[in-house]
DNA sequence: ATGAAAGCGCTAACAC
DNA sequence: GTGTTAGCGCTTTCAT
């Protein structure tokens, strides 16, 4: 393969002007600029500045180049600004690749990209990634999304580190004994989780606190005069789910509230189960005065529900979500939601992930961040009996 | 650094029995499992199996190995079984940073991940990087999702690509005169985009053929006996924005109708906006029988406001919005709308992107896909007088 | 049919 | 303080 010397030696010009050509930087005497453009044509060469390039032009050698680039060995400041001026009159770049070979590393981290089941959304993710990438930015990481099949899902994690693609990885929609984390502990393979898992293993991971979240979102509801919350719920099984559930039954206990049996509904969370959820709920030997939804999905049906049943959400009945959804401060009425400190994650499970990659593990690295409440009209009019 | 062959050789054990132990994959008698763990651990080498591994295993040269992994050049077939065997037993993956350095390529995609304003939503976006990294991945190559800074856009892109961290680009949220687009067609750079620009420019691209779907939807509400249309538009000066408003203005002269001026009503894509949008388009001279929104959002906005008005939303006033969110079928009544056919486009946009890299563009590299008209409760009902 | 060896672009030990 | 050189793990001529 052809250098960008070689072809300055055949055009019989200098370094620089070679380069002013290909790179269109700077004009060039229309003579100099045809015979590079025969020369680089006749040698099939595509502009490609290399570390040479720079040693050639700034008349040092390939490692002193790499010196003043990484600061890594003391260099005179002549020649120091002789092989910086180089680097900017070729607007030199090192090859990451290379780079990366050289150090056995990737500066990637993976991320699984989970297929959007339909009726569901993924804004919280969404905003999630982009803060992810800009997090991993700063310690000149990039994330590569990929995607995770429904099956055989370990073994995508496994070929992307066997064949060196990342350093590691960022997972989400943890569960219980998620069987990624299980395997990835067991390869000793860098990772940071978003989402807790079994108790006993012990991982980097950060968690909204959605116990706590729920639980600050019942104590408004009480400060409202409610005894008679109801509260819709995922199915059983999600470990987040169960929290925020744990936080609904201990708010009410401090409170010395024993909630009825069906105050307590489980649902998917479509906008439709959240609806038809309501109305089980609703039709409660002692309906509710106020609904606790999981999320704002599940909310958004409640209020559909409460609203056709010729109720008024926010009024005869207060309703809270959790998410915070865009959508949700512009609905009738605006939704009290907990706002999950998305940005905040973002950051620490890169940071987390960062030092393990630099196998120096952080003393705090299980991360649980409280979500705030967002209280708006559905649920801030104190009770009228 | 040490290579297994090396470890192997410490420990006195054959390559196979080191791989075994340290991979955890076979059990291992304790005494040679104790030896290789000891020499591993004196050698500070962590397993990482390489075409020498192989070679040694297979007692073929490392150039075998890739001939039969390659299959470029003719292996005799007990050659080639020892190899696989090898490989299979040792696990090996070529490291691609060392295939992409000799090769000089990444076999990566950049996409920009585009900051996503609040109280907007990216489902669509979502899903389309999904189906991309997929179709991606078909290819061999994987997406690397970068942050787009609001100023220095082209600066990005042009970073990445100097220090060869990807092969090329897939850009969306184009705009008409697209510096990202112009320059990346000056340096030469391989891109496909999501969405059309400067007319002048041939480069590839996929898009939603907008005013097709907005005719349709207009055609639909024609249909149902409506006379009195109304448009909820983005402000000028989108390309997407604009086609879709001439899709509607298209359909009515079709049908011999004039849109009154204030049946035209722009305004952000928030619900908000759509709501306060709706109040102005229903307070005109002749307020129209039906609203063709320009997205989904503004539609849920729109019937906010039918609603709070006092009137049917479906009934009273047929809505259509555009983009079919996952919500969307679960609203009251379910809402109209188009759907895109994002499966489709990230799949052909990543073929032309593709054939870009390779060089050889496609003769078909401008493609328009039109979306479909999915009918709900909200437009369904015919027009009564 | 197979192997030796050059080299992709870089870093870093080792010489001087 | 600077240059020479040996790799990182792979592909691919060019011999044999």
Same mark, same amino acid.
């Given at each position: 393969?052809?250098?960008?010397?070689?072809?300055?030696?055949?055009?019989? #010009?200098?370094?620089?002007?070679?380069?002013?050509?290909?790179?269109?930087?700077?004009?060039?005497?229309?003579?100099?600029?045809?015979?590079?453009?025969?020369?680089?044509?006749?040698?099939?060469?595509?502009?490609?500045?290399?570390?040479?390039?720079?040693?050639?032009?700034?008349?040092?050698? !390939?490692?002193?180049?790499?010196?003043? *680039?990484?600061?890594?060995?003391?260099?005179?400041?002549?020649?120091?600004?002789?092989?910086?001026?180089?680097?900017?009159?070729?607007?030199?770049? @090192?090859? !990451?690749?290379?780079?990366?070979?050289?150090?056995?590393?990737?500066?990637?981290?993976?991320?699984?990209? =989970?297929?959007? @089941?339909?009726?569901?959304?993924?804004?919280?993710?969404?905003?999630?990634?982009?803060?992810?990438?800009?997090?991993?930015?700063?310690?000149?990481?990039?994330?590569?999304?990929?995607?995770?099949?429904?099956?055989?899902?370990?073994?995508?994690?496994?070929? *992307?580190?066997? /064949?060196?693609?990342?350093?590691?990885?960022?997972?989400?929609?943890?569960?219980?004994? %998620?069987?990624?984390?299980?395997?990835?502990?067991?390869?000793?393979?860098?990772?940071? &989780?978003?989402?807790?898992?079994?108790?006993?293993?012990?991982?980097?991971? #950060?968690?909204?606190?959605?116990?706590?979240?729920?639980?600050?979102?019942?104590? =408004?509801?009480?400060?409202?005069? =409610?005894?008679? !919350?109801?509260?819709?719920?995922?199915?059983?099984?999600?470990?987040?789910?169960?929290?925020?559930?744990?936080?609904? *039954?201990?708010?009410?206990?401090?409170?010395? /509230?024993?909630?009825?049996?069906?105050?307590?509904?489980?649902?998917?969370? &479509?906008?439709?189960?959240?609806?038809?959820?309501?109305?089980? *709920?609703?039709?409660?030997?002692?309906?509710?005065?106020?609904?606790?939804?999981?999320?704002?999905?599940?909310?958004?049906?409640?209020?559909?529900?409460?609203?056709?049943?010729?109720?008024?959400?926010?009024? %005869?009945?207060?309703?809270?979500?959790?998410?915070?959804?865009?959508?949700?401060?512009?609905?009738?009425?605006?939704?009290?939601?907990?706002?999950?400190?998305?940005?905040?994650?973002?950051?620490?499970?890169?940071?987390?992930? /960062?030092?393990?990659?630099?196998?120096?593990?952080?003393?705090?690295?299980?991360?649980?961040?409280?979500?705030?409440?967002?209280?708006?009209?559905?649920?801030?009019?104190?009770?009228?009996?």
């Amino acid at each position: 393969m052809p250098s960008l010397r070689d072809v300055a030696n055949k055009a019989n #010009v200098p370094i620089l002007s070679a380069y002013q050509v290909l790179s269109n930087t700077a004009p060039v005497e229309p003579q100099t600029r045809q015979a590079v453009i025969d020369a680089a044509e006749q040698l099939n060469y595509r502009l490609n500045v290399t570390i040479r390039d720079v040693a050639d032009q700034a008349h040092v050698s !390939i490692a002193t180049v790499s010196y003043v *680039l990484n600061n890594t060995v003391p260099v005179s400041a002549a020649t120091r600004e002789r092989v910086l001026d180089a680097v900017a009159a070729l607007g030199y770049r @090192p090859n !990451i690749t290379a780079r990366n070979l050289k150090a056995s590393e990737t500066r990637m981290i993976g991320y699984a990209w =989970h297929d959007v @089941p339909p009726g569901q959304m993924n804004t919280v993710l969404d905003r999630f990634i982009y803060c992810m990438a800009l997090a991993a930015e700063s310690y000149g990481y990039h994330v590569l999304t990929f995607t995770q099949p429904t099956e055989n899902v370990v073994q995508t994690y496994e070929e *992307l580190i066997s /064949i060196n693609r990342v350093d590691g990885f960022v997972i989400s929609n943890t569960g219980l004994n %998620d069987e990624r984390i299980r395997r990835l502990m067991e390869m000793g393979v860098p990772f940071a &989780a978003f989402g807790r898992a079994n108790d006993e293993w012990d991982f980097p991971y #950060v968690d909204v606190d959605g116990r706590q979240g729920i639980k600050t979102a019942v104590e =408004h509801l009480l400060a409202q005069g =409610h005894r008679r !919350i109801g509260v819709l719920a995922w199915p059983e099984g999600s470990l987040s789910g169960d929290a925020r559930l744990e936080g609904y *039954l201990d708010a009410l206990e401090t409170a010395g /509230i024993k909630p009825e049996p069906d105050w307590i509904v489980r649902t998917q969370n &479509a906008v439709h189960d959240g609806w038809q959820a309501a109305q089980r *709920l609703m039709s409660a030997r002692k309906p509710p005065t106020a609904v606790v939804c999981v999320s704002d999905m599940i909310a958004i049906g409640a209020m559909g529900y409460i609203e056709s049943a010729g109720l008024r959400a926010g009024v %005869d009945v207060a309703i809270t979500g959790f998410d915070d959804l865009p959508l949700s401060e512009h609905l009738r009425p605006p939704l009290t939601s907990l706002r999950q400190p998305i940005e905040l994650l973002a950051r620490q499970v890169i940071d987390l992930l /960062i030092a393990e990659i630099a196998q120096r593990r952080l003393p705090e690295h299980q991360i649980l961040l409280a979500p705030t409440l967002i209280v708006r009209a559905s649920s801030s009019q104190p009770l009228h009996c």
